[in-house]
């Protein structure tokens, strides 16, 4: 009796685990959906800070804070113009340049999603240091839908360089591949050897956890793979992926922490943009959750 209660025990605490985990899956998503909107005065409830964008590029978000939370929430729109398709075609991997980051010269991303996030990272990176003197012990969390879950990474990236300290997380909901090198579990220890003699690299880098990213794909959305890993592409982070619908933690599992999970959305043959890119948690993409 004492064994079959043991398990059961372990079976519930499983399961709220599972449960609570998919909860907050869904709640950054509120923050990723949100930023489609041209206007959000309380961010998945909570205080906006400012709107971020950059005409040239069409790139938009916001920086909003929860109090409750104790966080700082960097939130980028996905693709919502021909300007965006136009940096989405960008697929030429390029160092990874942008201001205050200093990475191993073999760290290259999308050069599209490079640019995209050159033209607002000092705006960002400037709310961002006027709020955390404000608001010292705040972590920061980056999220983002399609295009902006891969600008979001970008930024997690970007923010660590710029603040070592900062305790950053990201979600990113149906992102494709970001970028090669550093993204790539398997060129850690290559990278260790690089950044051996410099402390900068090392700090800002390889202390950025792979376990802080979290990638967020549901069913068969094609973008989540439409970039191949034969141009030298890898996923990040953790994927948690929705395999069937409709949408519950019991049909959500977490993939490999290598990322390209074979049996995740790996598995899954690209289709680009299809009916399960724009649908999320039961919830159309591009819901505004701003009340």
Known sequence: ASLLSCEFDLLNNYLERLLEKY???FHYFKYASSAYS??????????LVLHISNAVTDIYGFIARDDNRKELIVALRGSASLTDV???SQVLLVPFLAPGVKLPSGVRVHSGFLIAWDSVALQVSTIIRTQLKSHPSYKVVTVGHSLGGS???LAAVALKSNFENLVIRTYSYGAPRTGVSC????DILRLREICEESEICRVNFLKTRF???LLVVHGNDGVATMIPTSLGYHHHGIEYWQYADPASANTTVQCSAEGEDPLCSASIPSRGVNPAH???FGVLVTTPFCF
């Open 38 to 47: 041209a206007i959000c005065l309380r961010p998945n409830g909570n205080h």
């Open 151 to 153: 600008l979001a990474t």
């Open 23 to 25: 909860e907050e899956l």
């Open 211 to 213: 376990y802080d990213t």
């Open 183 to 186: 993204y790539q579990p398997n």
């Open 278 to 280: 724009t649908n999320y």
């Open 86 to 88: 136009v940096l989405d």
